[in-house]
């Protein structure tokens, strides 16, 4: 017997060229905000990395007013094909710089270098190669012959996957003709920063791609804001309702891709082995901190104890801790505020009655981590339940019959993704056409490609994102 | 389906019937999700301490093999010399878990290693085809004990199994057990030729229910020989056979693992699925021949600080 201790394998944070400060990026120029700047901290240590400078309303203005004149006078106007230069030069920049966004992605938002290197960032290029190809064939993509752009877009992303989620709002507005304005996170605005300078270098027109970091006060100012004719927004469904009702009847475009509480069903004949491995790939990866994270497992009760057993073997494999380390499978809560709410959400679970089981992985003293959590004997009462956790805290309900399973996972006002386990076919197709999710992932979980759209139901959100499906959303159809 | 027992396992092996619906009745195994498990795994970061020990054990787990028409006392003599102390210069290099070659070779072998503790394992069964019949197969696996062979690696028949005689199969291995006297029974189930990942679960099974010491995947002389997600598979197998008897069997993949970063591979699965508790030559085994010296090269390459490149070490 032994006790093999793997050596901390760090990736070197010189290559993010992380800079003292950050400036908002305008009208095709890198310029101060005259908003209150912001201090970015790294969540595995608690360290500020560097101090951003952020948008006053005054500076939301102009940034909206420089994405119209790009619009009007350049980006508009410009053939698809001249179009799709730019953003394939984008995308060859993003997978030209990856390492370095990789390494700045895991330090100011605490995720594993793992997941930044081999998910995050060249799923973020494929988004920008996958519309890249879209811009001249618009007029092939089913919205008649020639779908116009809308013209500027308010864009306001969420902090747990800074670039990637950038990518998905900036690459098909792009595509179709429109100019962007977006506002990255509060906690999470260097990545986006960094896309900013690639346009830069890409010799983007100015105006087209506007930056402006900030907290939710400048969204609000942007989303607001007359000059914009289309809002995108990605994060939790109370901010989304928030911007619906200041919206209502101003005749902008909107998509909402909002909070989930993704059903993750394995029925009895399912591989068993693999299906844990789907379940952690669900709920763990990056730190549960994903809209359509499976977080609650619905589990045939004939197989429940054996599953639940080797899935607490495999979980307690999970390695927690620097997120530069190569060898850390589950990274760093984002900030202290999310810390608690998980620890909130999972204290109300041990009070109304479930088994609570945690990781006996060592979690480092510093820094914001919470070790991986599994809830068993979960009813569909309880609020671990019903509330998206955002977390790396799964939740397990058993049931008993196909259609238990069905009205269980339906039994949510969420409907972003599902998750199906089993070796019978018909029982995926039938399972799959009663889910009401926007995905639903058949023996696999959190999968994305730029070509399958991505969209909820219900309280998580409406309008696509990626496909031909999510052209719609930044055309006039 | 619920854990059976030790009784109700021995319940399943009643007739070809029963170990149908028991064998397919285990959960199934997803080819991309395995696949894609493995060559997540594979990308541990071994550095430094962990590499060294990693490499170190490594080498205590290979069972050096020749298995070729060609093969002679004076080749198996000098594969025996390099198992006892495979570098000459670093004294504290573990010895190699075994030699492994062909029974007629055997007595040469078991008088090579001497009292060093290296075993003598030989490939017994009308290998690696296994075409012949039972009575062939047993006085084959009797010459390599009688030799004083300490491990015998057995092949099932693939045509038996494959055209779902698992009783024939089942029986076989038992049988060429009860032969082994108190050598270990590693049986191979020669994967390449069992062509899906819920066969070589099956076969595993099937192998742990006969009383196999060892699940191994190939002969070496299949391609494709040992793959990790293969192993993935066998590790499964074993850690499931323990939780549901409390007895520890091995795992050895044989076949193509040529360098480090490979063993170290294999290493990780070792200790991510089945568990800490296999990390030793008693439960995981490499078959290979060509691994030792690179195994050795980059032992160097970590303790020199430079590599030194393959006339340092030993050609045998």
């Known amino acids: 017997m032994s006790n093999w201790e793997y050596a901390p394998a760090p990736e070197s944070r010189d290559i993010a060229n992380l800079k003292p400060a950050y400036r908002m990026f305008v009208d095709g120029k890198f310029v101060e905000g005259s908003g209150e700047p912001l201090k970015t901290v790294n969540p595995a240590t608690e360290e500020v990395l560097a101090e951003v400078s952020t948008a006053s309303k005054a500076d939301v203005d102009t940034a909206v007013k420089a994405a119209r004149r790009a619009y009007d006078r350049v980006w508009g106007r410009m053939p698809g094909a001249e179009r799709a230069k730019y953003i394939f030069r984008i995308a060859r920049l993003v997978q030209e710089r990856s390492r370095e966004l ?12 793992k997941e930044s290197r081999d998910v995050d960032v060249p799923t973020a290029a494929a988004h920008f190669f996958y519309h890249a190809g879209w811009a001249d064939k618009l007029g092939y993509a ?29 690459a098909p507005a792009l595509a179709c003709g429109n100019t962007v304005v977006l506002k990255p996170a509060e906690t999470t605005p260097l990545t986006a920063l960094v896309l900013a300078e690639i346009c830069q270098q890409a010799e983007l027109p100015p105006g087209v791609v506007n930056i402006l970091p900030g907290a939710g006060d400048v969204g609000s100012e942007l989303v607001n804001h007359a000059g914009v ?51 952690v790939n669900g709920i763990f990866f990056n730190q549960g901190h994903v809209c359509c994270a499976g977080s609650r497992l619905l589990v045939q009760e004939s197989i429940a104890d054996e599953l639940l057993e080797k899935l607490r073997t495999r979980v307690a494999t999970l390695r927690v801790g620097d997120s530069l380390d190569k060898n850390t499978d589950v990274g760093a809560i984002n900030s202290r505020a999310q810390l608690e709410k998980i620890q909130e959400l999972a204290a109300a679970g041990e009070a109304e009655g479930a088994q609570r089981w945690t990781s006996p992985v060592p ?4 820094g914001f981590f919470f070790a991986p959590t599994v809830f068993s004997d979960v009813q569909q009462s309880m609020r671990i339940a019903r509330e998206e956790i955002f977390g790396p805290v799964l939740s397990v309900l058993t049931f008993r019959t196909p259609d238990e399973a069905v009205a269980k996972a ?14 019978k076919g018909s029982r995926i197709l039938w399972a799959a056409q009663r889910m009401r999710a926007g995905v639903v992932w058949a023996n696999t979980f959190n999968r994305f490609d730029p070509t399958a759209p991505f969209g909820g139901y219900q309280e998580s ?16 159809v | 389906m619920s854990a059976p027992s030790t009784t109700e396992l021995s319940e399943v092996t009643r007739d070809d019937a029963s170990l149908r619906r028991f064998l397919h009745g285990l959960p199934g195994v997803d080819q991309v999700g395995v696949e894609q498990r493995a060559a997540g795994l594979g990308t541990r970061s071994i550095k430094k301490a962990s590499k060294l020990w990693a490499i170190d054990t490594a080498i205590s787990m290979v069972d050096l093999t020749t298995l070729e028409g060609a093969d002679t006392p004076g080749k198996v003599r000098t594969l025996a010399a390099k198992a006892r102390r495979p570098d000459p210069e670093y004294a504290e290099v573990p010895h190699v878990g075994a030699v492994c070659v062909y029974p007629d070779m055997v007595a040469t072998a078991v008088a090579g290693v001497g009292d060093s503790g290296v075993g003598v394992a030989s490939v017994a069964t009308a290998f690696p085809s296994g075409r012949s019949n039972r009575a062939v197969k047993l006085a084959d696996t009797q010459l390599a004990v009688d030799a004083g062979a300490a491990e015998i690696d057995m092949v099932i028949d693939r045509g038996a199994f494959l055209s779902g005689r698992y009783g024939q199969v089942y029986d076989e291995i038992v049988a060429i057990k009860a032969a082994c006297g108190s050598a270990h029974l590693k049986v191979i189930l020669e994967t390449g030729e069992l062509a899906t990942y819920d066969n070589v679960r099956r076969a595993s099974w099937l192998a742990l229910l006969a009383g196999g010491d060892f699940i191994k995947t190939s002969t070496g ?18 850690r499931d056979w323990r939780d549901r008897t409390g007895q520890l069997r091995g795992v050895k993949p044989a076949g193509g693992i040529r360098n ?11 200790h991510e699925v089945a568990g800490e508790e296999w990390l030793t030559p008693t439960l995981f085994r490499f078959g290979a021949s060509s691994l030792l010296n690179d195994l050795l090269m980059q032992r160097r390459t970590q303790l020199e600080g430079h590599y030194s490149g393959p006339d340092y070490v030993t050609v045998d």
């Open chain 1, 102 to 113: 990789a390494v700045l992605e895991s330090l100011d938002n605490g995720k594993p270098i």
């Open chain 1, 142 to 170: 089913g919205f008649g012959p020639d779908p116009r752009p809308l013209g500027v877009a308010g864009q306001v992303i969420p902090w747990n996957f800074p670039l990637l989620m950038a990518s998905w709002k900036i």
């Open chain 1, 229 to 279: 004719d289309k809002v995108a927004f990605t994060g939790s469904t109370e901010v989304g309702k928030l911007i619906q009702r200041s919206l209502a009847g101003s005749g902008k475009k909107m998509t909402m891709e909002l909070g989930g509480k993704a059903a993750n069903i394995v029925f009895d004949d399912a591989p068993l082995d693999q299906a844990v491995e789907g379940i």
């Open chain 1, 363 to 366: 979690v480092p003293d510093k």
């Open chain 1, 410 to 423: 339906n039994n949510t006002p969420y409907g972003l993704s599902a998750g199906i386990w089993t070796e």
């Open chain 1, 461 to 476: 959100g409406f309008g696509r994102e990626g496909g031909r499906a999510g052209l719609e959303a930044y055309l006039d």
């Open chain 2, 221 to 238: 002389k299949v391609s494709p020989a040992a793959t990790l997600p293969v192993t993935h598979v066998m590790l499964q197998a074993v």
């Open chain 2, 260 to 270: 480090t970063k490979d063993a170290i591979r294999y290493l990780v699965a070792v």
